[in-house]
């Protein structure tokens, strides 16, 4: 079955209907071949011996069967080795089944400890890892990995590139594949770096509660390797075998402290899936597809089975869906409805004119002015047309994006051996996931202490904490930045950093960095619609669309990319608005002022009056 006709079906291909020439409905099976696993399981026996310059490793395998690979275990996630295997059948006379494969395993998660090498049906297995060039690792145990097993047909295809995203120590790819409800069994790199490792982790957009989120289904160690004396190896392919049911995939490569990884095209393969079905006559057939409401059917040839593999067939393919001529170019999400309930929005004190340039599904990441004066589960947006909400749906990403503050270092005259940072941020309340800076300093141990300036009722101040880390930065350390991780949305918009120097010199600080998560509003309009934002209503309930029953179809739409004009304020600030814990005063102090008043008067009325004087 081609991409463009699982594309218009349904995932689990329900609607699918086959008819021959006369009419009538034809039975058909789907067939979805899948590799079929492999044994792995433990060594029988396993031993190990330290050498001068190695470390062997003799175990017993305990299958009957061929063998392809070993895995091995160790505690030890900082090192890399070159390794050789031997197999014997009887532990004394040794061949030569591999040599020179790298094995490593390093802090960031990056690992690759098994060793592959031609099938042998060899009772014993010598490793041998050369520790001539690093000390020697420890190494606990192995897996032994049967070559039986039945591989399944595949195809590659491009994943167009459509989204590169550097947050701190990681990229982030947005994937297009073109096509829905793919099965997914692999995704493939394609970088010109010479020498790498990276641990690589894959996402699609999913569906959870009231929003969609990024939902993870698979991961691996993607490298190119050389040690020392031996050709260069690599891997440049991560395992999914996933039904990827969005037309989206998000990559995310782990690059720690090292510069972000090349990658210059993706490429995934798929599962292929055949449509069998048993043609009385010959003739024409016809399939049809995408018909959102219909039942799964059931025919009488899926009751027993039907063993596919014992039955000849002959291949019959199939064109991609083709339009008829009275085609026409269908509305994008027919189904779903671009006005909703009205809205009385008095309650609402900012709006924004939303700008869009094409009709269609649209997205809108929310800016600064927005951040700041929605709620924090933005519980308050609202998109409007006219007097009438346009449903929407929250889409929250791993995108970080970046602020760069106003830093002054204000230490304290009273306590030199204290350094302080004020760090002045362009919004009040803006939801600050990150703060990162980075140092001169060759060489220092630091508790740093990350805190806001509030004020309670009463008018006093006090220190809010956000985040507390200690700091130890040596000569060897290539990375000099520093990350501060927080987890509220702030309530000002001033941070103070701040260290105890002991007895040392102070520490330099450079280069700050705040970083907030990235939040797309996605619904569907019209270009001349005229659009509002509305946002900054804190006591309104949440939305309840039904837009979330069609959350696939806009996820599978071409997002139009809207924008938000100027900031208009609807209504000023009321004295109550002032209220939340940690601004203030004004309730209390006009409280506190009414009741001296009232006393005043009391005492007034209670004092003895003065008698007349006698003339």
């Not at 490793?127 to 070559?147: C, E, K, N, Q, Y």
């Not at 309930?341 to 939303?354: E, I, N, Q, T, Y």
């Not at 029953?549 to 990319?561: D, H, P, T």
């Not at 005063?585 to 001296?596: E, T």
């Amino acid at each position: 079955m081609p991409v463009e006709t699982l594309d218009a079906a349904r995932p689990e291909l329900e609607d699918l209907r086959l008819y021959d020439a006369a009419g009538n409905e034809v039975p058909y099976l789907i067939d979805r071949p899948v590799p079929i696993a492999k044994v792995v399981q433990e060594a029988k026996s396993f031993q190990v011996s330290l050498n001068a310059n190695t470390t062997v490793i003799t175990l017993e395998t305990g299958v009957a069967q061929p063998l392809d690979g070993v895995t091995l275990e160790s505690p030890s996630t900082d090192f890399i080795k070159a390794v050789s295997v031997e197999s014997s059948d009887d532990g004394k006379l040794w061949q030569i089944s591999a040599q020179g494969q790298p094995i490593f395993h390093q802090p960031d998660g990056a690992s690759h400890l098994r060793i592959s090498f031609p099938p042998t049906s060899s009772k014993w297995l010598r490793i041998t890892v050369d520790d001539s060039r690093s000390p020697p690792v420890p190494f606990t145990g192995a897996l032994v990995h049967a070559a039986t097993g039945e591989t399944a047909p595949g195809e590659l295809i491009s994943a167009a590139i459509t989204e590169r995203d550097e947050n701190p120590g990681e990229t982030r790819l947005a994937l297009s594949l073109g096509a829905a409800n793919l099965s997914v069994a692999s995704v493939h790199l394609e970088t010109s770096e010479p020498l790498f490792m990276r641990q690589v982790s894959v996402a699609f957009p999913k569906m959870s509660e009231d929003s969609i989120r990024e939902e993870p289904i698979g991961q691996g160690t993607v490298y190119r390797v050389a040690v020392e004396g031996q050709p260069p190896s690599e891997n440049l392919s991560v395992p999914l075998e996933s039904l990827v049911e969005s037309r989206e995939l998000f990559l995310f490569v782990k690059n720690g402290d090292s510069r972000p990884l090349p990658i210059s095209a993706v490429r995934v393969e798929r599962r292929l899936v055949y449509l069998v079905f048993l043609a009385r006559q010959p003739g024409a057939y016809h399939l049809l597809t995408g018909n959102p409401h219909c039942d799964s059917p059931r025919y009488d040839l899926a009751a027993p089975g039907m063993n596919l593999k014992g039955v000849p067939v002959s291949p019959a393919k199939i064109p991609p869906p083709s339009n008829n001529p009275d085609f026409r170019a269908p509305e994008v999400l027919p189904g779903l409805e671009v006005t909703g309930a009205g809205l009385d929005v008095s309650g609402w004190k900012f709006r924004k004119p939303v700008i869009i340039s094409t009709g269609g599904a649209q997205q809108i990441e929310p800016d600064l002015d927005v951040l700041a004066s929605a709620r924090p589960d933005f519980a308050d947006l609202r998109v409007l047309r006219g007097g009438n909400q346009v449903p929407y749906i929250i889409q929250r990403t791993s995108i970080s994006r970046e602020i760069a503050p106003s830093v002054t270092a204000t230490n304290d005259a009273k306590n030199p051996k204290l350094s302080r940072w004020t760090i002045k941020l362009p919004k009040s309340d803006l939801p600050i996931s990150r703060l990162t800076c980075v140092t001169r300093t060759p060489l220092f141990e630091r508790s740093m202490s990350l805190y806001e300036e509030l004020t309670d009722e009463r008018g006093g101040k006090y220190r809010q904490p956000l985040s507390s880390a200690t700091w130890t930065q040596t000569p060897e350390r290539q990375s000099k930045e520093f990350e501060l991780t927080l987890g509220d949305s702030l309530q000002s918009d001033t941070l103070f950093l701040e260290t105890d120097n002991g007895d040392n010199p102070p520490i330099e600080l450079e280069k700050f960095t705040a970083f907030y998560p990235a939040t797309r509003i996605l619904f569907k309009a019209k270009a001349d619609d005229g659009l509002f934002l509305y946002y900054g209503n804190p006591s309104v309930s949440p939305p309840s669309y039904d837009l979330s029953l069609v959350a696939g179809q806009l996820l599978s739409a071409e997002k139009n990319v809207a924008s938000l004009s100027a900031e208009e304020q609807l209504k000023s600030s009321s004295w109550y608005e002032g209220q939340i814990p940690g601004r203030g005063g004004v309730l209390f102090w006009a409280i506190l002022g009414l009741v001296v008043i009232v006393l005043l008067v009391i005492i007034s009325r209670l004092l003895p009056k003065s008698e007349p004087p006698v003339s």
